[in-house]
C-alpha cells in the first residue's frame, strides 16, 4: 500500500497544478490524480472556440496590407493604424481565452504543461503581426503536441508562421537560391540573403542546447537548409503555384525558389533531401538528440522540482525521454514518479501568471468579469507572449522575488480581495486551498486580520500561496 505525506494533495494541486479552486476535491493519491489527467486532456476546451484560425488571421493581414497600399498616402496612416489596433484585439482575446482556460481546467497538469512548452518556444509579441498570432500559436502549435513526440511539437512550432514572422525566417533567401540569382541580375546592388535566427534559436533553445557542441557552420548549414520556410503573403506567393507549397489552415508556405539548392552537412551527418524535407529531417535528428533529451529534462524539471535541479531527476527524465524516442508521456510520468518532486517543502516561487491564475482560481473565478488579465501581467511585469527575448521567461525564483515584485502582488492581492465575489472566508478558505501546507504562522494571521477583505489578501500574499 502506498503511503502518501499530507502535503502530497497540495503539492499536487498547487505544484503540479494551476492552485485550487474551493470546489476543489482534494486528490486522495496525488500521483494517480495527475496520471489520469494524462488520458482525459482536451487539446481544444470551449474557451478556445471563438479564435480565428492562423490562417485566416495571416490572409487578413494580407488583404488589408494590399488595400492599405492602394489607398491615397494620405490615407494610408489611419489605415495602418485600425490594422494595428485590430491586431492588438485578437491579442487580448487569445490572452482572455487562455485565462479562461485556465480558470477552469479539468486537467490543470496538463494545462501548467501548455504554459510552460509556450515559455520554451517563446515568441514575442512586440511586433503587431506576431501579437495577432501568439493565440493561434499555442491553440494550434502546442496544445495538440503537449502529450505527444516532442519532434512533432517542434515541427508545429518552427513551421507557425508567429514564429517565422518573430525570428525573421521568412526573409531568408538562399544565397544561391533561383530568387536570389534572379534578383541579383536585376539589381546586383541590393543585397539578399540568409537569415540564421531561426536556425540559431532552434538548436541553442529549442532542441540541443547551449555548449551542446554544435559550431558555426552547423547553424549556418542548418539556416541553408531552412531556406523557403516562409509565410503566405508575407515573404512568400499566397496563391497555389508551381514551387509554392501552401497550408492555408496556418498559413505557413514553403517556396522553392528561395531554397538553397544541394545537400547540407550538419553536426557531421549529410542531408540530401530536396525541399522543405531537408531541413524537417534535420530538426528530427535535433529531436532524438541526447544533449535534447537532457535540455528537455532540465528544463522540466527546473520547472516542476527546483530552481537547480537534483541531477538524479534529470537524469531519470533524460533517460525517459531517451528511452521513448522522444515520446512526452512517459517523461511526464518519470516526473511524476519522482520522489524529488513531492517534498513537502515549497521549492518554487511562483512567476506572475502562475501567481495570477492561482489567486483567480482560489477566489473561485470561472469567469473575467472585472478582470483585465492583460493590464495585471503588465503590472505584475509578465506581459504574456512578450518576454522580450527567444529564451522565453526566467523559471527561477531571483527573477521574480525581489523586492518590488513582491509589493506590487502586494497590492494586487488587495485590489483582487475587493472584487465583488471575492466575499469568502479566507480563515475557511487556506486550508482548502492549501492542504496539508498551511504553516501556523499563516493561519494565526488570518485568524487577527482586522476585515474579511484584509484576511484574503493576506492569504494571497501568505509565504506558502506565494509558493508552490
Do not use: C
Not at 150 to 179: D, W
Not at 307 to 316: H, L, S, T
Amino acid at each position: 500500500m502506498a503511503v502518501h505525506e499530507p502535503a502530497m494533495p497540495g503539492i499536487a494541486l498547487n505544484r503540479f497544478g494551476l492552485g485550487t479552486r474551493p470546489d476543489d476535491t482534494a486528490p486522495a493519491d496525488g500521483r494517480r490524480w495527475l496520471l489520469e489527467q494524462l488520458g482525459r486532456y482536451e487539446p481544444r476546451p470551449a474557451a478556445w472556440d471563438p479564435l480565428p484560425a492562423s490562417g485566416d488571421l495571416v490572409r487578413d493581414t494580407v488583404a488589408r496590407q494590399r488595400e492599405i497600399r492602394d489607398t491615397p498616402s494620405d490615407q494610408q496612416a489611419p489605415a495602418r493604424e485600425a490594422l494595428r489596433k485590430a491586431q492588438r484585439q485578437h491579442y487580448l482575446d487569445a490572452i482572455d481565452m487562455r485565462t479562461l482556460s485556465a480558470l477552469d481546467a479539468p486537467t490543470p497538469f496538463v494545462e501548467r504543461l501548455v504554459h510552460f512548452w509556450a515559455n520554451h518556444f517563446a515568441i514575442s509579441a512586440e511586433n503587431p503581426a506576431v501579437a495577432m498570432l501568439a493565440g493561434s500559436f499555442e491553440a494550434d502549435a502546442i496544445r495538440p503536441h503537449v502529450l505527444g513526440r516532442f519532434e512533432n511539437m517542434v515541427l508545429a512550432v518552427e513551421r507557425h508562421p508567429a514564429m517565422l514572422l518573430f525570428l525573421n525566417q521568412n526573409a531568408s533567401i538562399g544565397p544561391g537560391s533561383v530568387a536570389a540569382t534572379r534578383a541579383t541580375r536585376r539589381n546586383p546592388a541590393q543585397q539578399r540573403g540568409l537569415n540564421e535566427n531561426l536556425a540559431r534559436e532552434i538548436m541553442e533553445l529549442h532542441t540541443l542546447g547551449v555548449r551542446s557542441g554544435y559550431g558555426q557552420e552547423d547553424v549556418t548549414e542548418f539556416a541553408r537548409a531552412l531556406t523557403g520556410w516562409s509565410v503566405a503573403g508575407l515573404g512568400a506567393p499566397d496563391t497555389p503555384r508551381r514551387g509554392v507549397e501552401l497550408d492555408q489552415g496556418t498559413g505557413y508556405a514553403f517556396q522553392a525558389e528561395r531554397h538553397e539548392p544541394g545537400p547540407r552537412t550538419v553536426l557531421g551527418r549529410r542531408y540530401g533531401q530536396a525541399g522543405q524535407q531537408q531541413a524537417a529531417a534535420i530538426i528530427r535528428d535535433f529531436a532524438r538528440a541526447d544533449a535534447t533529451a537532457r535540455h528537455v529534462a532540465t528544463k522540466l524539471a527546473r520547472h516542476f522540482v527546483a530552481d537547480n535541479p537534483p541531477p538524479a531527476v534529470v537524469e531519470r527524465l533524460a533517460r525517459a525521454y531517451r528511452d521513448h524516442d522522444g515520446e512526452l508521456k512517459p517523461v511526464y510520468q518519470a516526473l511524476i514518479a519522482s520522489p524529488e518532486a513531492w517534498r513537502p517543502a515549497p521549492a518554487k516561487f511562483k512567476t506572475p501568471w502562475e501567481w495570477l491564475v492561482s489567486a483567480l482560481r482560489g477566489l473561485g473565478r470561472t469567469d473575467l468579469q472585472g478582470v483585465r488579465v492583460a493590464a495585471l501581467m503588465q503590472q505584475l511585469g509578465q506581459p504574456l507572449w512578450r518576454p522580450g527575448s527567444p529564451a522565453g521567461y526566467d523559471d527561477v525564483a531571483g527573477s521574480w522575488a525581489a523586492p518590488d515584485a513582491l509589493m506590487r502582488r502586494v497590492e494586487l492581492a488587495g485590489r483582487l480581495a475587493s472584487l465583488p465575489d471575492a466575499g469568502m472566508d479566507a480563515r475557511q478558505l487556506a486550508p482548502r486551498l492549501l492542504p496539508g501546507q498551511l504553516g501556523e504562522a499563516t493561519a494565526t494571521a488570518l485568524s487577527r486580520a482586522e476585515s474579511g477583505r484584509t484576511a484574503m489578501a493576506l492569504l494571497l500574499v501568505s509565504p506558502e500561496f506565494l509558493r508552490r
